[in-house]
């Protein structure tokens, strides 16, 4: 990865007309990762197929699994040997990996997962557009711990976010999830891949002290929270378990070790959701109406704002580039300017995201939804916000 | 503490394997686990691999606990999932030797999958199944392996469903090596584990092992002294993969042999991840449509 050569080979510089699942696998070369273990599901298995190909000609290495319970400890397991891990999927892989997710969380192991959404639940449109796996991504493995997630509008930002979401992984050594959608991901479109050394790289915070040398703690943390992180085979003798652990990494069964652990997961993501979060705003400055919405949803949210804007309404868009951490901040702040009237929150299921922005404001949290196969075009979100 | 066990402490000359700031550790008296690390740590050293080319991964349960005492990095992760962990570690760094310990039910049941694949795959893990014949964690409920009749207390009137024969069940998949001893055999059970670590591809090590406490008691066996008399009266040594039923294990009746031995140990090619070479590196249809960026 090092490798200059290798570098240029794995990053596609130039401008393509690419899909959205492959600018997804290009930004995931990009981004350096060396190990992707999946299983295929539509609409995410252009990731896999292209990762396939590509991976092992950079000198990585690409696994079909036997499931998805494989596929995401496989990648765990390559993640504590070292590697940046990538694994991708749809809905009912999604809901097989959730126990994992939180070993991820309690071991601090870095690692992607990327959930090309689509109608559900069960089997659903497997074929169909989806937004409903939004807060199975936060909430969806059992207890309280940290993570982030992205939700790309367009192929350019399934490239780039896939990037980011590998280097929010590492920084922060959380799970972090690309919700796509299945729009998103088979659409066609112009993607512009930077020259290899301007691909921004962050990588997990490693030892100061070499093996041996002195007792290796595998999670003691300074003020980040962070802690550094040793990799199978270099020596350090690292434990890595599920149960709650002190700073060897050995069991240590107290509800005093837990509560401090399980706060410091997800103060993690808190104390640092600035850093991690993005959101862009579109005629936001004088809007009465905000509508927020996030992936293929923004993309009619933004035609219908601009068409609404011109018969005069005041409305504006926020729209979420990381669903989690929620740019709650940012609302509070609108919400102080004392000019907005509503929210309008379209999205492809029952409301979501709608309850999310109820818990910040009293003012009409107004819903376009539909269950899935299907997304709220420009002229339905018109319809509410004239 | 006594002089006398100040000085077996600070002597043993195992004691470098395992992380002793751990012990006192949580298994039973008369627990068959501790002896299968403890072939586990003696193989490790005398496999000629360095030690920090060890790995150790398990999954949850008593046996699972292994990874938590050996001195080598290791990694004690979900029910069922150490396969596929330990897949991702041996992939992404082939160099080294990674183990996975753990129980007949996280194994065999909810790990069932991912067993028979990496079999398959010839992953290049060795695997030992500590085979207790139940869910010795939970309080000894029946598992894949109990024999049927025996009880349980998930199965108080006797086991119903058939069991799986481990071994065959190994070999059937694709493994290079499989064994079946008990821990009563001690040196052939280090040995085995020992070929496992040296042989490319997959192993599979099963270890009968008694659980006095739940699938003991249950079964009158005794304590852990007295089913390892029952492994001594009963076990007989073959060479070859006995047939599907006499791999069969029965406490019921007292005629029935246990088969144990080093049953298979051939040459397949062991797993390989796809190389460079394989593809060229851009797929079709994906050249740049316009000039590289700058250019434009
Ligand atoms: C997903 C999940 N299901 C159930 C459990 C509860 N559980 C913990 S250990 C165990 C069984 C362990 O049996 P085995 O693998 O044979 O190990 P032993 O304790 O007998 O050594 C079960 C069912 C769990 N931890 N996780
Ligand atoms: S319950 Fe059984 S398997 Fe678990 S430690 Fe006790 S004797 Fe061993
Ligand atoms: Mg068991």
Redesign the interface.
């Given at each position: 990865m090092s490798d200059a050569p290798q570098r240029e080979?794995r990053v596609?510089?130039?401008?393509?007309?690419?899909l959205g699942d492959?600018a997804c696998a290009e930004g995931a070369l990009a981004g350096g990762v060396?190990?992707f273990?999946g299983y295929p599901i539509t609409p995410s298995t252009e990731i896999a197929e292209?990762l396939?190909?590509?991976l092992?000609?950079?000198?990585g290495?690409?696994?079909q699994?036997?499931?998805e319970?494989?596929?995401i400890?496989?990648?765990?397991?390559?993640?504590?040997?070292?590697?940046r891990?990538l694994t991708a999927t749809s809905g009912p892989g999604f809901s097989l990996m959730m126990?994992?997710i939180g070993?991820a969380a309690m071991?601090e192991l870095p690692c992607v997962i990327v959930d090309v959404q689509r109608a559900s639940p069960s089997t659903g449109l497997p074929t169909m557009v989806g937004q409903s796996d939004i807060l199975q991504a936060r909430w969806g493995s059992h207890g309280d711990y940290g993570m982030a997630a992205f939700s790309p509008a367009s192929p350019q930002e399934c490239f780039d976010l896939t990037v980011h979401a590998l280097n929010v992984a590492d920084q922060y050594r959380i799970p972090v999830f690309l919700m796509m959608d299945e729009v998103v991901a088979h659409m066609t479109e112009r993607v512009?891949?930077?020259?290899a050394d301007e691909v921004p790289l962050v990588h997990r915070k490693r030892p100061d002290h070499k093996?041996g040398a002195q007792r290796h703690l595998p999670y003691a943390v300074g003020e980040d929270g962070v802690p550094a992180m040793a990799h199978?085979?270099?020596?350090?003798?690292?434990?890595?378990?599920?149960?709650t652990h002190d700073e060897?990494g050995?069991?240590a069964l107290t509800p005093a070790t837990h509560n401090a652990l399980v706060n410091r997961l997800v103060d993690k993501v808190r104390h640092n959701a600035q850093h991690i979060m993005r959101y862009d705003e579109f005629e936001l400055d004088d809007a009465e109406t905000v509508v927020i919405a996030f992936g293929c949803t923004s993309r009619s949210a933004r035609q219908a704002v601009r068409q609404a804007r011109q018969r005069g309404a005041k409305c504006g868009l926020l729209r979420l580039v990381s669903v989690w951490p929620f740019p709650e901040q940012r609302i509070r702040e609108l919400l102080q300017r004392g000019t907005v009237r509503r929210f309008v929150v379209p999205e492809v299921n029952l409301g979501q995201l709608r309850r999310e922005v109820e818990r910040l404001t009293q003012l009409p949290v107004q819903r376009i939804n539909h269950a899935g196969g299907a997304m709220p075009t420009p002229a339905d979100i018109l319809e509410v916000l004239l | 503490m006594t002089a006398t066990s100040a000085v077996i402490a600070r002597d043993h000359p195992n004691d470098p394997l395992l992380r002793s700031d751990r012990f006192p550790h949580i298994l039973c008296p008369g627990c068959g686990i501790g002896t299968v690390i403890h072939c586990y740590v003696e193989a490790m050293a005398a496999s000629g691999v360095p030690l920090d080319n060890h790995v150790c991964v398990s999954g949850i349960g008593c046996s699972g606990r292994a990874a938590g005492y050996v001195n080598v990095d290791s990694y004690h992760t979900a029910h069922g999932r150490a396969i596929p962990f330990a897949l991702g570690i041996a992939i992404h760094k082939p160099e080294l030797r990674v183990t996975v310990i753990s129980g007949d039910g996280d194994l065999t049941a909810i790990g069932g999958n991912h067993f028979i694949h990496a079999a398959r795959r010839n992953m290049n893990l060795t695997v030992v199944c500590i085979n207790n014949f139940n869910y010795g964690m939970t309080g000894g409920q029946a598992g894949p392996t109990s024999p049927r009749g025996s009880i349980t207390s998930t199965a108080p009137k006797g086991v119903h469903d058939r069991p799986f024969n481990l071994p065959d069940l190994a070999r059937a998949a694709g493994a290079s090596f499989v064994a079946r001893w008990t821990i009563l055999h001690v040196r052939q059970l280090r040995d085995a584990i020992l070929r496992g670590l040296q042989k490319p591809g997959f192993s599979f090590i099963e270890a009968l092992s008694p659980c006095p406490t739940n699938f003991g008691r249950a079964n009158d066996l005794g304590d852990g002294m007295a089913e390892m008399e029952v492994y001594r009266q009963r076990c007989r040594i073959v060479q070859e993969l006995p047939g599907f039923d006499e791999l069969d294990i029965d406490f019921v009746d007292e005629e029935r042999p246990i088969a144990v031995g080093n049953f298979v140990d051939i040459d397949r090619h062991p797993y390989q991840p796809v190389g460079a070479d394989a593809f060229d590196n851009v797929p079709n249809g994906t050249q740049r449509v316009h000039h590289p960026v700058g250019e434009e």
């Open positions: 080979q596609l510089s130039g401008t393509h007309f690419m492959h060396d190990y273990g292209r396939a190909r590509r092992p000609a950079v000198g290495k690409y696994v699994m036997e499931d319970l494989g596929s400890m496989s990648i765990l397991g390559a993640s504590a040997a070292g590697a891990s126990e994992s070993l071991m512009v891949i930077p020259p093996p199978a085979g270099e020596g350090y003798k690292v434990h890595m378990t599920g149960l060897r050995y069991p | -």
